[in-house]
């Protein structure tokens, strides 16, 4: 049998080890010296898309949703889920750029005890393969055992499947 090891760097500084083949399974494992990162906006704003407006970090990073999340708690727990949809963590409230509306950001608690910021009753979260501003490349996506979607500025999901390069 073939061991591999690598590292993978991940945002935030932080650092997972990845041990694939190993133990008869072709199922990777994956080791965290660290929480995997979590994206932190201060503000959340809107990029346009093939499908209209959609929700951002100020940044201009995409943000989704889950489907299998409620407006009151995160289905992307794991570790696994969260390398792939780093969850956005609320420190205070985000603020809203023009075009979106403040009365609809809230939080809900993790697990860990941080707070993930919610637009109209959605989990937020990134998609770590959009590696630039203004990429969408997690749109319509089933992974995870659910769907993960775009949202638009009335806190609405997109469902229709589009992307956007970097």
Known sequence: MTRRHGRLALGGGLAATILAGCGGTS???????APPAAVVPSTLSVEPSPEGPIVATGSG??????????ASKSTCVTSACILEWPPVIAHGTPTTARGLEQGLVGTIGRPDGSRQV????????????DVKPGMVTGQAV????GTWYVVDPAGRPITTPFSVPS
């Open 61 to 70: 990073y995409t943000l989704y949703e889950f489907t299998t999340d409620t």
């Open 27 to 33: 199922n990777p494992v994956v080791t965290f010296s």
């Open 142 to 145: 089933s992974n995870e055992g």
């Open 118 to 129: 919610t637009y109209s009753g959605h989990p937020l979260y990134r998609w770590n393969p």
